[in-house]
């Protein structure tokens, strides 16, 4: 017999658009609406998700007029009947990993095992989802040396608007480097993804932003200031655990610190 019902993991939606809950896959995700709560608005607000298994105390991004603000998860129940798009969605979950050793510099904790500090968890923090996009790249033929920020090309005016407006206000809030593959998240208006390449002798190529200003933008520049101090402190003090792994992933100590102490209910701080 014919049947116009559509079934997918978790819901069934029927002849008139209603969704209706049925028992989900084997390590599928059950869709779900939950309540979040925000902390800075004192605010709380339902969402729909069908992208996560949510649990209360989740920390999470969502689509609308809270985008890109941390909200917690409140409620969450898997028995509802809504129309489809009545709801703003969960757009991205914090997620933390194992503890990690953290190496100080003088505006940043760095490590360099990929556990605490990987791109994809970080990319979490800041509410940027983890999706498979198609990046149409091109690599050019303009390089830089990490050992001087200004062979990037632009003039010093620029370059020193770069360097006092983000790299000293600390706005280059994540950098990594692993095995020639750059990666960095700047905060201005929102969070910018800054992507380049790097050879083994400190020349760095394929300088792009995700702001898509032509050329290289303050974003960009921020970022070769911050990977030149950066790496002026590994290899003074830490160069062995850099020359063992080939990499090393930092991120701000204005950051990471209240996003630990604000989503943690348990654990433990070590300071040698």
Request: proline content about 4%; overall charge negative.
């Amino acid at each position: 017999m014919e049947t116009n019902e559509t079934i997918h993991d978790g819901v069934m939606k029927d002849v008139d658009g209603q969704l209706n809950p049925v028992p989900p896959k084997q390590n599928s995700v059950q869709p779900s609406v939950a309540e979040v709560y925000f902390y800075e608005e004192d605010v709380s607000l339902p969402y729909y998700t069908d992208r996560f298994n949510l649990e209360e105390g989740d920390t999470v991004f969502v689509e609308g007029k809270m985008a890109g603000k941390r909200g917690q998860v409140q409620k969450v129940s898997h028995t509802f009947r809504i129309r489809s798009g009545e709801y703003e969605q969960i757009r991205c979950v914090v997620t933390f990993s194992k503890p990690s050793k953290l190496y100080f510099s003088t505006s940043h904790l760095i490590e360099f095992r990929a556990r605490a500090l990987s791109v994809k968890q970080v990319k979490s923090w800041f509410g940027i989802p983890d999706e498979k996009v198609e990046l149409l790249i091109g690599e050019g033929t303009e390089t830089f040396r990490v050992s001087d920020p200004f062979t990037t090309g632009v003039n010093y005016e620029f370059g020193m608007k770069a360097h006092n407006e983000y790299f000293r206000k600390n706005k280059v809030k994540y950098l990594s480097l692993e095995n020639g593959n750059g990666y960095a998240i700047v905060v201005d208006d929102q969070p910018y993804e800054v992507r380049f390449r790097m050879d083994k002798n400190g020349t760095g190529r394929a300088l792009t932003c995700s702001c898509q200003e032509v050329g290289v933008c303050v974003h960009s520049q921020a970022v070769v200031f911050e990977l030149w101090e950066l790496m002026d402190t590994i290899m003074g003090k830490y160069r062995h655990e850099y020359l063992r792994f080939n990499r090393f992933y930092a991120v701000s100590k204005d950051f990471i610190l209240p996003l630990l102490m604000n989503a943690k209910q348990s654990g433990s701080i070590t300071i040698d």
